[in-house]
């Protein structure tokens, strides 16, 4: 189930429940602060941060690091670092840090999408759950993996609402006319191989945990009997409704190892047998050409498409950089003691008007 789970990662550190506080003495307006008169309301004393008037309370900023060290403590932190130590990593004030400042990007993202009239439509929402909800057998199956991984559903739609404002906001942010004819074929000459395929294939197969019945399936192939009707009787392939046809993303999709296998079958043989772990397939290669290049027409757009997104992220991380700057944000520190393996002599994050330092 966690496979089908990669998505909730955009939760983990970016959780945006925060508290929407009445408490606000500072009036925020085309990224600069103007300080009002407007009575200062009792504060919670369990504040973390407090961005712009707003406040995230230490309930919000617990929960969401309860949810990020659970899941960090379930997998792998060889990405992080080969050496990596879960627990060490988890309890440290810099990564303590990490999870407010995902917090407060959630709430400079969306004060900011206001600012410049984003929003999130509930159709929109609707149509990224429910493409998020394919790779799941039904909507109880999808629900009760977010109960497994400990997220609230609402915790989850807030982190959906957080991608698509981050994808409208970058695509407020650039000129569709920046990207020229000439970059894109910069791009695609710059990359050769990234427009080139090691082979095309197209095949036919039959898959089974069974290697008799193949052995017998192959010498009823070998004798005239059709490879396509077999395929749909016999394999367990999801491709055996379509006679077993397949083409070089599908078998990648089954794994390398079968490619590599099937890239050396000859394509005046009838049929081979390949083993792979447990499962057994017989391949009828149907085509194999090496090396076809993909012509410039066929992946145009889909580069333009590519160097937009990139250039809109790019401009988007300058935005909030810029926002954050300007933004009024308070740190309680009293939340984030010194890091014991920290320097002496380094001084700890400080709180000014007008920036998050550390």
Excluded at 323 to 336: D, L, Q, V
Aim: with cysteine.
């Amino acid at each position: 189930m966690r496979k089908n789970l990669i998505f909730l990662t955009i939760c983990l550190f970016l959780i945006t429940n925060y508290s929407h506080s009445t408490t606000r003495n500072i009036k925020v307006t085309n990224l600069k602060q103007e300080k009002t008169d407007t009575p200062v309301n009792k504060l919670d004393l369990n504040w973390v941060a407090k961005v712009n008037g707003e406040i995230i309370n230490y309930s919000t900023y617990k929960r969401a690091l309860d949810v990020a060290t659970k899941e960090l403590s379930a997998v792998s932190l060889e990405q992080i670092s080969p050496t990596a130590n879960p627990q060490k990593n988890i309890n440290t004030p810099g990564f303590k840090r990490k999870i407010l400042d995902g917090l407060v990007n959630n709430i400079l993202i969306i004060q900011g999408s206001k600012m410049l009239g984003v929003e999130a439509e509930e159709k929109e929402i609707s149509q990224k759950m429910k493409s998020i909800m394919k790779g799941f057998p039904n909507e109880s199956t999808f629900y009760a993996a977010l109960a497994e991984e400990n997220i609230l559903p609402n915790e989850y739609k807030d982190g959906i609402i957080k991608q698509i404002l981050i994808q409208k906001i970058s695509k407020k942010l650039i000129n569709d006319e920046e990207i020229t004819t000439s970059d894109i074929q910069s791009y695609y000459l710059t990359n050769p191989t990234m427009f080139k395929e090691e082979y095309l294939i197209e095949a036919n197969l039959i898959k089974n945990t069974d290697s008799n019945l193949l052995k017998e399936l192959k010498t009823k192939i070998d004798n005239g009997e059709n490879f396509a009707e077999l395929a749909k009787k016999y394999s367990t392939h999801e491709s055996s409704k379509k006679g077993g046809l397949v083409n070089e993303d599908e078998l990648s999709e089954i794994g390398n190892d079968l490619i590599k296998k099937v890239v050396y079958i000859d394509e005046n043989t009838n049929c081979s047998l390949i083993q792979i772990n447990d499962d057994y397939y017989l391949i009828k290669l149907n085509k194999k050409v090496k090396n076809p290049e993909i012509k410039f027409g066929l992946v145009q757009d889909k580069i333009k498409d590519f160097l937009i997104k990139r250039r809109g992220e790019t401009l988007f991380d300058s935005w909030l950089n810029d926002w954050k700057k300007s933004s009024f944000i308070e740190i309680n520190e009293k939340y984030f003691e010194k890091d014991p393996d920290q320097n002496k002599k380094t001084p700890p994050p400080k709180i000014i008007e007008g920036e998050l330092i550390g």
